[in-house]
């Protein structure tokens, strides 16, 4: 490839989380012959609601080389196990996805085929006992993940919940830190070839015209380059997903540093809790069809556990996506390519997938249709993979008690997940696609945890001898008990390696 044919100029339009996670994964992964330049204007503010991650943020962090202690005490970050549902089957019920595997080793084979055998024997088991993570999360504990891949620490997964805004902002300084330019602006007009359409500058409110070779919309929800200028198209999956409000608002943290996300079902939606160390974060999302405004604020305000820090957001959205999430010269990326409700902390892992396919499907000024269309295409199935999985939860409950509940239960559900279920129901097999984020471990607490039972197990596991699997299985639960036993305190743990921050509250 000739010298001509290179790109040399990458402008960011908007900073965020989003704008500044691709600037420094852009400036980490590609050489100094780029040019990367992001655009943002302070008066312009972000959404920063999103607070927790899934395990693929360790991978993001440690491409990017940060260190992990400084990166919890810059954005008050604390540990995530998993995610801890109620009244999402029915009223009064509970469950918890964790993060990492369930059983222990890997010669402990089919798992979940023997946990089916066992339990339609009369084992009665309970699937948590069998998660190291779940456990932990239980104990308020946690620790580090093994490398050694013998040891059952191995299978420990974990991530984050931390302020998206703080993050934003370190990123930033990483980032400029490699040699990335940040202009303060408003873009007030998009200029674009007259002949192709692509877009060739950006103008700001002061004047000043900004020229780029590649440009990445990371503008939010208004998408201002891929929406506003290319008329990229919005594909709505609100008859699916109905919420299209939330309210979210900061609290004191007067509960326990708990390492896992809440998510609580309440009349038209549900509402998270997310500990920091300097405070909690909290929001009810919501369908406008079943409740007022007003109505959820203060449903929201009357399920803290604290006073509120401040005045509550409200925040508008249409699930879905672009139609083309990549077009032309602009590649958009985070909250401009869609949205997602964050009942699975999916938002921040999408920036990140989005990256990391960019980076495989980079570029040169030719801007291949066949690149452009594979790119798109992956990040859809990777979309519609989140979405059926959210539906999931949704769908598969049992509650009547208010009008959100009967139509989600009774709404048709995509051809996708129906395949899942069904296939699920008769022997407890899964369809894991090779390039899905979800894992075994969520589709199975989640099925489970919704009451979508198996009718059997696989006839693989028929003959095996059960007294040799129920040993197998006292003996993992016993293992587990005892390494969780041995971890520290959350906090504890927070405090011996460094990651406390200054103002992190007292516990």
């Known amino acids: ?131 190291l993570c779940a456990q932990a999360a239980k104990g308020g504990r946690f620790d580090r993940q093994s490398d050694d891949p013998r040891d059952p620490m191995s299978i420990f997964g974990s991530a984050y919940h931390f302020d998206t805004i703080l993050y934003g902002q370190y990123l930033r300084r990483f980032a400029q830190g490699l040699g990335v330019v940040r202009t303060e602006g408003e873009v007030v007009r998009v200029d674009q070839d007259t002949e192709t ?135 958009a990326i985070g909250l401009s390519s869609g949205f997602l409700e964050p009942l699975e902390s999916t938002s921040i892992h999408l920036i990140q997938a989005s990256i990391n396919k960019l980076l495989q499907h980079f570029p040169d000024r030719r801007f291949s249709p066949a690149n452009r269309e594979t790119f798109n295409r992956r990040i859809h199935a990777d979309m519609e993979t989140i979405r059926d999985f959210l539906i999931l939860h949704y769908h598969a409950t049992t509650r009547d008690d208010a009008g959100l509940w009967s139509y989600v239960r009774t709404m048709p559900i995509p051809d996708s997940l129906a395949h899942r279920i069904a296939l699920f129901r008769e022997s407890g097999q899964l369809v894991i696609h090779p390039d899905e984020m979800f894992t075994p471990t969520s589709w199975l607490a989640v099925l489970l945890g919704q009451n979508i039972r198996p009718q059997s197990h696989t006839p693989l596991v028929a003959g095996h001898d059960s007294q040799a699997i129920a040993q197998g299985f006292r003996n993992m639960k016993a293992q587990i008990i005892g390494r969780v036993g041995a971890m520290p305190s959350h906090v504890d743990y927070l405090r011996r390696h460094g990651m406390w921050a200054a103002a992190a509250v007292a516990a």
């Not at 549902?85 to 010669?107: D, I, Q, S, T, V």
Request: hydrophobic share 40%; charged share 20%; net charge neutral.
């Open 1 to 131: 490839m000739s010298d001509p044919d290179w790109i040399q100029k990458i402008v960011i339009v908007g900073g965020g989380s989003a704008g500044w996670m691709t600037a420094a994964a852009l400036a980490r992964g590609l050489d100094r012959r780029y040019q990367i330049q992001v655009v943002e204007s302070q008066d312009i503010g972000v959404v920063g609601v999103g607070e927790a991650t899934i395990p693929p943020i360790r991978l993001f962090n440690a491409m990017l080389g940060l260190d992990e202690a400084e990166f919890m005490r810059e954005t008050q970050a604390t540990y995530k196990l998993g995610i801890e549902f109620k009244n999402w089957g029915g009223l009064g019920a509970r469950y918890f996805h964790p993060f990492g595997a369930y059983g222990l080793k890997a010669e402990m084979g089919h798992f979940f085929q023997y946990f089916l055998k066992l339990d339609r024997e009369g084992g009665a088991l309970a699937l948590d006992d069998y998660s």
């Open 197 to 331: 359409g692509f877009v060739t500058a950006v103008r700001l409110k002061s004047g000043q015209s900004i020229e780029g070779d590649l440009f990445i919309d990371c503008s939010g929800f208004k998408g201002l380059l891929i929406e506003q200028t290319l008329k990229a198209g919005y594909e709505d999956w609100s008859s699916y997903l109905p919420m299209d409000r939330a309210a979210a608002v900061p609290c004191a943290l007067n509960g326990p540093l708990s390492p896992f996300t809440t998510s609580t079902a309440r009349e038209a939606g549900w509402q998270w809790r997310i500990p920091l160390q300097h405070r909690v974060g909290n929001g009810y999302v919501y369908s406008s069809r079943f409740i007022s405004d007003d109505a959820a604020v203060g449903t929201l305000l009357g399920n803290l556990e604290s006073e509120p820090l401040a005045e509550p957001r409200l925040l508008r959205f249409v699930t879905g996506r672009r139609r083309k999430i990549w077009d032309k010269n602009v590649v």
